[in-house]
């Protein structure tokens, strides 16, 4: 047997055992493209120098149930995956879980669902392609890495995708190239090719998909191609394997397929198998040698670029708290607060990328210099999506795994449910991608969307890594930014739409999450509020006072903030002892707020009208009566 088709035969039966031993992948897609991956690994990925390496390759899986053939791959080629972590494939705490993660070395990419992987791999080549067109010169190109992504046919079929490939192909992302394992029973007579050539990409077929030569010829076309490129991979479920008649595969029938291909030993790789798979890294050590000598004749030929480019990706402290502090204090609409706060963060960050569907709607003035990103602008850092709020999230969460560089989304509320995925996905990643939301006309006044949507925001304080803010004012706000840029970490907040009375704050205490607004320990009652509900609660506590009774109030513009202060502050401001505690929120949502359902109660403001944004008195008399 030839050496080619043995180290396809190794990844197969390697990819077959993980299954068969797990119950979980995809045993037919594995089989089909264990070529592939083995031709892309050893001749055309580079993946030498690690994740400190700004010129190495991107790989992105986006068909999870072939997550056992990229460990095997992983493993055959030496990168930081070992035998007994293939045995441990789908274990709780293993280096080899379900999904890919970050964890593991040599993931570029975690993916855990269908439609993440391809506008994952979008985001980084857009942000590969920024990075090229402000870094790279004339016989200097710095940055020159692609960008690949191994889909099946239902990952194309993915809205989400289709979005993000036709954003792709607009912009003219030449570095990306998307392999798909194209299986014509499940394209439903769909004609892909002449479908992604209107897309503006460059579709390439290879119809012997088990064909090194062949398979060599159609990557290299791509990698020559002014577009983005598809390839796709022809298999038939029938032709392919025809023996394996399902996904998963038993440990019965693996021990045939060792048989079949001559195969001895379990999680075995030949000598031969694994050297032949290793002279790829010596290549790619000397072409990376040869890079770094490349990058100091750029150090001394363009120092000021060079400088650049190594601060580029270095997070400046953030000193806009100063100079912002005494024009917010006189600002009552936390829009323009907010805009304030994104143009003095943009001039301070110079790789922030700002992310909206329309260029009106981006939160900074757009000047000459600032253009919309585009194939005739690479440069700029302001990105339209137009009607792709399903990509949108995802894509932006591909730009921060590329060095983790920041991102912020602005988007109206309503577009909350299509990017929840997406928020989601930047929280299993711990990626700085900020998602800021707003209130739009077309989902105020409206009570049933507004209690599912605010829902959805508050169900989003149950994500790991992820922050939640919800300012009531404009010091307020400035604090939630200060947390979310010296954290780095992923961040979610909604943005009331009317203007409000300016309250007296102070930035330390808002920067901790919960602070109290007025009143003393040991009061009657002890009302806490986010956001525009903290104007109700005011106005609330104000009558309660009148009443006789005496008010904490506690204003809260991020409760997970909050919930990581030290234990003697969070005292300090809710007290074990404090009775009638009440929460006034948008849903009847409580998870959000420690969990704490027994003792506290909650009042959803919904409950009493339609538009919480028009604080009436007899909309302050009924909450009142319900907090009696």
Request: aromatic share 10%; glycine share 6%.
């Amino acid at each position: 047997m030839k050496i080619l088709q043995k180290s396809y035969n190794t990844l197969r039966v390697l990819s077959a055992e993980m299954i068969a031993n797990s119950q979980v992948g995809d045993v037919r897609s594995c089989m089909m493209c264990a070529p592939v991956m083995f031709t892309l690994f050893k001749d055309y990925y580079n993946y030498f120098g690690g994740r400190e390496h700004i010129n190495r390759d991107r790989f992105v899986l986006a068909d999870v149930g072939m997550t056992p053939l990229y460990y095997a791959t992983l493993n055959l080629f030496g990168i930081n995956l070992t035998i007994d972590d293939l045995k441990d494939f789908g274990e709780q705490g293993s280096k080899t879980p379900v999904s890919p993660s970050l964890e593991t070395d040599g993931v570029d990419a975690g993916v855990s669902a269908k439609g993440q992987g391809i506008p994952t791999a979008v985001g980084l080549a857009l942000a590969s392609q920024s990075l090229a067109s402000k870094f790279n010169v004339q016989k200097f190109n710095v940055i020159s890495h692609y960008t690949y992504c191994l889909a099946s046919t239902s990952n194309l079929q993915e809205g989400v995708s289709q979005e993000a490939m036709a954003l792709a192909g607009n912009l003219k992302l030449s570095k990306l190239i998307v392999i798909c394992n194209f299986i014509e029973e499940q394209a439903l007579g769909e004609n892909l090719k002449k479908k992604y050539n209107a897309m503006g990409w460059n579709v390439i077929t290879v119809s012997r998909s088990s064909n090194a030569m062949f398979l060599g010829f159609a990557l290299t076309r791509a990698r020559l191609s002014q577009k983005p490129t598809l390839i796709l991979l022809k298999n038939t479920l029938k032709k392919n394997f025809p023996e394996i008649k399902s996904r998963l595969i038993t440990k019965n029938e693996v021990e045939k397929m060792k048989a079949d291909f001559g195969f001895n030993g379990s999680y075995k790789v030949e000598n031969n198998i694994r050297q032949y798979a290793v002279r790829t890294t010596r290549r790619l050590k000397v072409e990376y040698y040869k890079w770094e000598k490349r990058v100091v004749l750029y150090r001394n030929t363009h120092p000021q670029l060079s400088e650049e480019l190594n601060n580029y990706f270095v997070k400046p402290k953030l000193t806009i708290s100063k100079s912002l502090k005494s024009k917010l204090e006189a600002e009552k609409n936390l829009n323009e607060a907010n805009k304030m706060i994104i143009e003095a963060i943009k001039d301070n960050q110079k790789c922030l990328m700002l992310a909206s569907i329309k260029e009106k709607l981006l939160p900074i003035k757009i000047q000459e210099e600032q253009k919309i990103f585009s194939k005739k602008n690479y440069r700029a850092q302001n990105l339209v999506f137009g009607n792709r709020e399903n990509a949108m999230a995802e894509i932006c969460t591909g730009i921060s795994l590329y060095f983790g560089a920041p991102t912020y989304v602005y988007a109206p509320i309503c577009l909350l449910g299509q990017m929840l995925a997406g928020v989601e996905h930047s929280a299993q990643n711990n990626l700085p991608v900020m998602f800021c939301f707003y209130q739009s006309g077309n989902c105020v006044n409206q009570q049933k969307t507004n209690i599912e949507l605010y829902g959805q925001f508050e169900w989003l304080g149950n994500l790991k890594n992820i922050d939640i803010y919800q300012p009531a004012t404009s010091m307020e706000l400035l604090a939630c930014y200060k947390n979310i840029y010296e954290k780095g970490s992923p961040s979610c907040m909604v943005l009331p739409q009317r203007e409000y009375d300016l309250l007296d704050v102070d930035l330390d205490l808002a920067g901790k999450g919960a602070y109290v607004f007025e009143g003393k320990d040991n009061a009657n009652y002890t009302i806490v509020a986010s956001g525009r509900e903290f104007y109700i609660a005011k106005e609330v506590a104000t009558l309660l006072k009148k009443s006789g009774k005496t008010v904490k109030l506690i204003s809260s513009p991020s409760w997970t903030v909050f919930r990581g202060q030290p234990q003697k502050y969070r005292n300090s401001v809710l007290e074990s002892t404090d009775e009638n505690v009440v929460f006034l929120t948008r849903t009847n949502t409580k998870n959000l707020y420690d969990g704490k359902t027994n003792r506290f109660r909650y009042i959803n403001v919904n409950d009493f009208t339609d538009t919480p944004e028009i604080i009436t008195p007899e909309l302050i008399k009924a909450i009142r009566k319900a907090i009696n």
